[in-house]
């Protein structure tokens, strides 16, 4: 190993030299070079952009992945596979191990019982919103985060590398300043001394001698501090170009955050659609739990629902109580009048779809007329829209006063 004591013995005299600077400006006790205004401006907004992308970088993951032990591991998880240059296989999410696990209990149960099919739809639907969260997950890992931590792992830490740089450069700077003025206030100090020496020859050599060195070493101060303004102001230069690149950071941040915004209503979208569909699903089931003699999942219970909501002919083969010797055909709303219960207005905030006939297809922003019956699902209302009738959703409209 080559090791330059003269090169260690130099460097630690610069740092020393440096820390002793440091500190007597910090003690008010040696004058400090500013930096030019739009230079600390730069260095303020850097220094403002560093700290609130840390922030919001944090959060997001915590965010995005709530457990903090699960998410260092999936740091340190990243980091290897990063490391050795491997994609990160896509982990199961929450939802889709919860859906598994009500799968796997639903064959345990049987699924055929109510309790067993009730855990397999659910299930099935846990699944889609975990897919749908992984898929949220990859999107933002990619369109924002990355680019965040790409921000504070590469470019802030050049930045900062060169901000430390022209901070090493100006306490160069005012060291050279301070040896300056000492020399010249020596060699001022020199020159004003008595002139009685001029009387004895060897005294008046001496003096001669001793001016000449305070002149060079004057000189030479001033040499240094030459150099070391230019050195300076090249190194301000440099952090000053590289603190400019910070409204560009601004700009490619806004793109990522209205990718990561995209990406947030993208899922919760889905989630909201999943969720419906889920409702509407579990509601049949419940629908076909409650029927004595069920036709299909999509009828409502017929014990629980007015002679007028049904049409088609009874059924004559049946010997259970009276109450229940009808069997649901279609629902006639258009031909029906039927038994109207607190009847208001509704505005209609999604648009959707009917499933069958005993539903009434909506458009977002219309108004329609909505009432209940006796016994009716309180999830549902009858909605009447002209000469149009039929159960709606409640979770689709907005009821008006």
Known sequence: MDFNVKKLASGAG??????VQFTEEKLGQAEKT???PHLENLIARADCTKNWTEKILRQTEVLLQPNPIDHTGARIEEFIYDKLDKKLPSKTTNPELLGQYMLEAANEFG??????????????????????E??????????FLTPLRNFLEGDWRTISKERRLLENRRLDLD?????????KQAEAKAAAAPDFQETRPRNYVLSASASALLSEEVDKAEHELR??????DRQAEVTRLLLEGISSTHLNHLRCLQDFAEAQATYYAQCHHYMQDLQRELHKCANSVSTPHPTAAVCPDPDHLPSAFLSGPSSPGDS??????????????EQTQLPVTGSRKAKVLYDYDAHDASELSLLADELITV??????DPDWLIGEQGNQKGKVPVTYLELLS
């Open 34 to 36: 500013e930096l030019d």
């Open 14 to 19: 610069v740092f020393f030299t440096r820390a």
């Open 111 to 132: 699924p055929g019982t109510p309790y067993g099919s009730t855990l397999i739809t659910v299930g099935e639907y846990q699944k889609r919103l975990g897919g749908a």
């Open 371 to 376: 009432y209940t019956v006796p016994g009716m």
């Open 134 to 143: 992984r898929e949220l997950l990859q999107t933002s890992a990619a369109t």
């Open 320 to 333: 259970v109580s009276s109450s229940s010797n009808h069997r649901p055909s279609t629902l006639a709303m």
């Open 227 to 232: 150099v070391a303004q230019t050195e300076f």
């Open 175 to 183: 060291i050279c300043k301070a040896r300056l003025k000492k020399a």
